[in-house]
């Protein structure tokens, strides 16, 4: 169920870090500019021709080796996931992410710094409703090679818990949980990505994590430190001496929280979580999390809030008095019978519209489409979606009835389900982007008999009779 009870966000004003990338070694800058309304997050190359936009969206995923990667159009980002995270902890919806090259700078290997920069460039209230995917039934997802499970069950609010359990003696089971996303800063942001040594070795011999040090991962010592690696470790980290730690840790760094490991898991979830594009309000379960398995159950979330979103029948009272009856719609709409397509209007927000059309065997198109098997023309009922969403943009104006409606656009337009004589039309219509000089985008449904029959993405003008 989608739900939109709270105003999404922004940030106020522009900021930026500058940092080295883990697996390039370049040095990075980060800037997180303010965005619209229903963007969302994107990453943008500034360092590529074209300066081409990543939408932070599952389905770009490409791999989830060491990290989680978006491509699209052959243009990538890596590791984005800690990114992410803290834009969803600190409850911002809406943010452009520029990059001059292709990965964040890894900073100290957790979201603290990001979360940081992003509180200094301020947090503000956007108008337009935050949708939030409300999770009324279990949805799982299991990767059978890895034993790896996410599961997210019915809440309140949005709350994660790990468990790792890496069957090693310097680590162990860990579990972590996030209660509240108000927590994220404290509880989890500066929790650190870690590698055990065996894993160390190999991305090293491969040329891999050439930003790494031991001040932005901690690295867990499952093997013995053999001379020859202990040289390789001291050459790549810059320094002169490698020791381990009683807890089993390379060199002296500290731990943030004894269960790191288990909340810097818990802070991968959330970042790739991001990826499903709508906030969740549910409790999410991870056994043994990964970027494989994050990302694929963010695809399977993705699938099933887009069906429930065209699915998504509006719940109307059809006994009830109409917003406005057929009388008053065409004091507003210049059409009129045979090409009028719309009985009643029962909402009419800034940002929606739900109409109605009784569909009846008296209807002029009957005559002559399929007759002994009458079917109402696909295109009319995109006619009379679109207008449904006429009332919606001539609304914006005092004086509707000096206007005409005019199309500009049809997009992606599908017909699921036929519509015949007795059908119920049910019509609803949401703004893409703010109305602007008289332009309206929108994303038109149809239903009948419960069930989606037709949806468009519509962009129409209206114009003032001369």
């Not at 522009?14 to 963007?39: D, M």
């Not at 209230?125 to 499970?149: C, F, H, P, T, W």
């Not at 309140?156 to 996303?181: I, K, P, R, S």
């Amino acid at each position: 169920m989608i739900s939109t009870e709270t105003k999404q966000t922004t940030i106020e004003k522009e900021v930026s870090l500058t940092g080295v990338g883990l697996h390039t070694g370049e040095e990075v800058t980060i800037a997180f500019k303010p965005a619209e309304a229903n963007q969302g997050y994107a990453f943008k190359r500034v360092d590529l021709e074209g300066s081409p936009i990543i939408e932070a969206d599952a389905q770009y995923v490409s791999h989830t080796q060491r990290g989680t990667c978006l491509e699209k159009n052959g243009v990538t980002i890596q590791t984005c996931e800690h990114v992410l995270a803290a834009l969803v902890g600190l409850e911002i919806d809406n943010v452009l992410i520029e990059l001059n090259a292709t990965e964040p700078p890894i900073m100290d290997g957790s979201s603290k710094y990001f979360v940081e920069a992003l509180e200094k460039a301020g947090i503000k209230e956007l108008d337009a409703d935050r949708e939030e995917y409300v999770v009324k039934e279990v949805i799982s997802y299991v990767d059978e090679n890895s034993g790896s499970e996410i599961t997210i069950i019915p809440s309140d609010e949005y709350q994660v818990t790990t468990m790792v359990d890496f069957g090693t003696e310097v680590l162990g089971t860990q579990n972590a949980t996030l209660q509240h996303l108000s927590d994220f800063k404290n509880e989890i942001a500066d929790s650190r990505t870690f590698s055990f040594l065996h894993e160390i070795e190999m991305l090293l011999d491969n040329g891999l994590i050439k930003g790494g040090d031991l001040n932005n991962a901690i690295v867990y010592v499952d093997k013995e430190l053999s001379p020859e690696t202990t040289e390789k470790l001291k050459a790549a980290f810059n320094k002169d001496d490698i020791a381990i730690n009683p807890n089993g840790i390379l060199d002296n760094l500290t731990l943030n929280h004894p269960n790191e490991a288990a909340r810097h898991k818990l802070l991968d979830v959330v970042g790739d979580l991001a990826l499903v594009g709508t906030r969740l309000r549910g409790k999410v379960i991870a056994n043994k999390p990964g970027h494989h398995v994050n990302t694929q159950f963010a695809k399977k979330l993705a699938k099933i809030i887009k069906i429930e979103k065209r699915n998504n029948v509006p719940q109307i009272d059809l006994s009830q008095t109409p917003l406005m009856d057929v009388n008053q719609i065409m004091d507003m709409l210049p059409h009129r019978q045979p090409f009028l397509f719309i009985d009643k209007i029962f909402e009419l927000s800034k940002s929606h519209v739900i109409g109605l059309k009784n569909v009846t065997m008296n209807e002029s198109f009957f005559a002559g489409h399929f007759p002994g098997a009458p079917v109402m023309p696909g295109v009319l009922i995109v006619e009379a979606m679109a207008q449904t969403g006429g009332i919606l943009v001539l609304s914006t104006v005092p004086d509707p009835e000096n206007y005409l409606t005019f199309f500009m656009k049809m997009d992606n337009v599908k017909f699921k389900q036929k519509v015949v004589p007795g059908d119920t039309l049910i019509f609803k219509c949401d703004l893409i982007s703010p109305i602007r000089r008289g332009i309206c985008h929108m994303q038109g449904y149809a239903y009948a008999n419960g069930k989606l029959c037709a949806e468009a993405e519509l962009m129409a003008q209206i114009t003032k009779v001369k």
